[in-house]
């Protein structure tokens, strides 16, 4: 058997330097001591094109059509450029598998993972990519069938990739913190597993990503991030144990609980009385979670859960960045029909998308070319004042239906108001 | 093998995640009444039953080979509850019932090579993309960035003592896979891109390429006798959107693809709304393997944050206090017209006020 192809690698060399773990490194191990040659000779061939890549400053992989029998997507695949410099890694796709909500693991699966990883992949894997996949890092076409039909069996699925509903995230939740006001783990699966058929197979005019925060604190970046922001909050009065207020005072001193908790509330809806105790004025406080945060023991959300949603982020291409905008200011997800309402918003959002983006467009730019009107018209929800920062500034607006309009906005009222 | 032999994939989706959690998370799910930091790396969750949960977090570099999943695994189930998760900045976290379980754990993951840190004001983790390692259209590595900032920046990742916590993020293109952070290195290209007018016919989808110019800068062109496009370079923004679909239109470049640096994005609700990051450094050479020089930059604005910033102020909310002409003087950044935005929305950056701090 002939010596395995060794490349120098002078300037990766150089990222073993360091106490931050080095992930070449970890390459390196797999080409000096892993005894199976296929692994071996991956990574080494792999270590020779990335240390060509810092050497050029440049890339080497081109994209392809690779996926597994009965699906569209889920692979990334990649073919070198300079495959015939580099033949054992000249294949190196990646497969994207759905993480569990939450991303928990037990260390025995992610053994399992792993050995089926290394019958037929590479070797390495990312937990996780910054969709939120586990990402499967080079096997070849034959690989990725054959490791998806071995983890399949055991529960896993692929998940998005290319114009199609994307895997989605939620952050650690009810799980283990105290400011989660939702069941996050039950909201991304009921929205996503709604959805398979567009995550497996690509027919959007672009991505879809759905993802779940607990609170405002917004931990999985949603509003920036996600077509679709779902994320937990409340609405009768913050819980305040005023014990537990007086203790912080008397640890932190009157001074700090003005300067970094008092003064620091964006509606100045907190006053630090005379005898220690905190008053909040429920109906100006925004949720922000600061003084939650900050008085951690303290104050607590209230009893009336449930979840704000919000349409629209996205990162730059085409437009520029966008944040969500807020479709649903507060809806309850307690019942079954709690959660079938919100995955039928689910429903219509993306079939309205699916018929009316230009491709290419994601979910905001298109709100953003036919305004949130035109959106909210077409998947059925009423308009509200909580959607905006301001009314209008410009004058230059038809306003003949105004009448009808104010009507609505009253029978939607009285209609509240009778229960 | 023929196509009924072909097994047929079972549409499972997002697993349930209940079957890999901790018992006590799952007895007390929905039922946590408060938390505490101890020390870095380290939260303790306390449940209204009375129940305890330990976390111990710990730094990895991200792209795991077997064996360091392995290690990661090993550690525990030997010293652990065999129950962990990861953050969606890549750390690994274990969780235990037992609090005498804390430290062993963590001069494991310590003895091993591995980070315990990035809790609280910490500098968490860099966030990162797929680079040269894996991309198809990276201007930059991913992965090596990242570690030759994290190498430098490790103190701050293991103490936890800056204002607030900041996450730094970084991206290989300007399409930008990765998010918004309190500062983000993003590649910036500064050349139109270089076209090969003999691939553009097979292999681009011509009309798709010039609807994707956000800037409406190409057009189709027969060149040298080829069907082709070209590019206005008047108008060129030099973004680079048009190469991820058609590749012979090659933006990235060794020498004229560079970095910027970018701060105050903040995506979290707390005290102001959520916040997209600003430009504040470009230039930056693309200089692998270590990057000194967008270090460079990263650790000075660091510091004037941790020296200036008042407690719990991100670094958005550092900067809304003191000022962006501030934040230059005090960083010793240049200020250009570059940084005077011009796209849609630009008049709301403006300053229509007398509102100036001497």
């Known amino acids: 058997m002939a010596a395995k192809k060794m490349y120098d690698t002078p300037m990766l060399d150089e990222l073993e330097k360091g106490p931050w773990p080095s992930f070449i490194s970890g390459f390196k191990r797999l080409r000096d001591d892993h005894p199976d040659e296929r692994i071996n000779e991956m990574a080494s061939s792999l270590l020779g094109q990335l240390e060509h890549s810092y050497e050029t400053r440049k890339g080497y992989w081109k994209g392809g059509t690779v996926s597994v029998f009965g699906y569209g997507g889920g692979i990334i695949p990649r073919f070198s450029e300079v495959g015939d410099a580099f033949p054992a890694s000249r294949e190196f796709h990646t497969l994207r598998v759905q993480p569990p909500a939450g991303n928990y693991y037990t260390t025995e699966m992610l053994n399992q993972l792993g050995d089926s990883w290394e019958k037929h992949g590479s070797g390495l894997v990312t937990f996780h990519g910054q969709t939120g996949n586990i990402m499967f890092i080079g096997t070849n076409t034959a690989g990725t069938q054959h490791f998806f039909d071995e983890i399949n069996e055991y529960g896993w699925d692929l998940g998005g990739a290319g114009p199609c509903v994307r895997t989605a995230m939620s952050c650690v939740g009810s799980a283990r913190c105290e400011q989660s006001c939702a069941n996050e783990h039950a909201i991304q699966r009921w929205l996503v597993n709604n959805f398979t058929d567009d995550v497996h197979r690509p027919a959007l005019p672009y991505k879809f990503k759905f993802k779940v925060s607990g609170c405002p604190n917004d931990c999985v970046n949603s509003i920036e991030r996600a077509d679709f922001a779902v994320i937990g909050t409340w609405r009768d009065d913050m819980k305040v144990d005023q014990d537990e207020v007086k203790n912080f005072v008397k640890a932190k001193g009157r001074e700090y609980v003005i300067d970094n908790v008092i003064t620091r509330c964006p509606t100045q809806a907190l006053s630090l009385k005379d005898d220690d105790t905190l008053e909040v004025d429920n109906h100006n406080c925004v949720r922000c979670m600061h003084c939650l945060n900050v008085m951690n023991k303290a104050l607590s959300p209230g009893d009336d859960k449930g979840i704000t949603l919000l349409i629209g982020g996205k990162r730059t291409l085409k437009i520029g960045d966008l944040m969500g905008t807020v479709i649903v200011p507060f809806m309850k997800l307690e019942t079954e029909e709690d959660y079938e309402r919100l995955v039928e918003i689910a429903e219509e959002t993306i079939d309205f998308f699916a018929e009316n983006a230009l491709e290419h467009e994601r979910t905001g730019e298109m709100i953003e070319r036919i305004g949130l009107v035109n959106f909210l018209e077409g998947i059925g929800i009423d308009v509200d004042p909580h959607m905006v920062n301001n009314p209008r500034q410009s004058s230059y607006v038809r306003t003949d239906g105004w009448d009808e309009e104010a009507e609505k906005w009253f029978a939607r009222k009285s209609e509240e108001a009778a229960g | ?358």
């Not at chain 2, 890549?90 to 001069?107: G, R, W």
Request: net charge positive; proline share 7%.
């Open chain 2, 1 to 358: 093998m023929s196509f009924e032999d072909m097994r047929q994939p079972i549409e499972s989706g997002c697993p349930d995640g209940f079957q890999y959690m901790h018992p006590v998370m799952r007895k007390n799910f929905g039922m946590w009444k408060f938390h505490e930091h101890p020390k870095p790396g380290v939260l303790r969750h306390v449940a209204h039953s009375g129940d305890e949960i330990w976390t111990v977090k710990a730094g990895t570099q991200r792209i795991l080979d077997i064996y360091s999943l392995r290690k990661l695994t090993e550690i525990g189930e030997k010293y652990g509850d065999g129950y962990v998760r990861f953050t969606i900045r890549s750390n690994i976290e274990y969780m235990v019932s037992d609090a005498a379980k804390v430290d062993p754990l963590i001069t494991a993951l310590t003895d091993a090579g591995f980070v315990v840190g990035g809790t609280g004001n910490s500098v968490a983790m860099i966030s990162h993309t797929q680079g040269w390692l894996h991309c198809d259209i990276p201007g930059t590595d991913a992965s090596g960035v990242v570690k030759a900032m994290m190498d430098e920046l490790i103190d701050e990742f293991k103490n936890c003592n800056m204002p607030n916590r900041v996450h730094i993020t970084t991206s290989c293109c300007q399409i930008n896979c990765g998010g918004q952070g309190d500062i983000a290195i993003n590649v910036q290209h500064t050349k139109p891109p270089k076209i090969n007018h003999d691939l553009v016919a097979n292999v681009c989808e011509r009309p798709s390429v010039v609807a994707r110019c956000p800037v409406a800068a190409i057009r189709p062109a027969m060149v040298n006798g080829k069907a082709s496009l070209e590019v206005d370079e008047k108008k060129c923004i030099c973004c680079g959107a048009c190469f991820p679909p058609c590749p012979p239109m090659q933006i990235n470049d060794p020498e004229h693809t560079k970095l910027a640096i970018w701060v105050g994005g903040n995506h979290s609700n707390a005290r102001s709304k959520p916040t997209f990051q600003k430009l504040v450094a470009s230039g930056i050479p693309n200089n692998p393997p270590r990057w000194p020089e967008a270090t460079a930059i990263v650790k000075r604005i660091l510091k004037e944050y941790k020296e200036g910033a008042r407690d719990w102020e991100r670094i958005n909310d550092w900067i809304d206090r003191i000022g962006w002409p501030r934040f230059f003087e005090v960083t010793g950044l240049p200020f250009t017209k570059y940084h005077i935005d011009n796209w849609r929305g630009a008049r709301s950056s403006l300053n229509a006020s007398t509102h100036i701090r001497f």
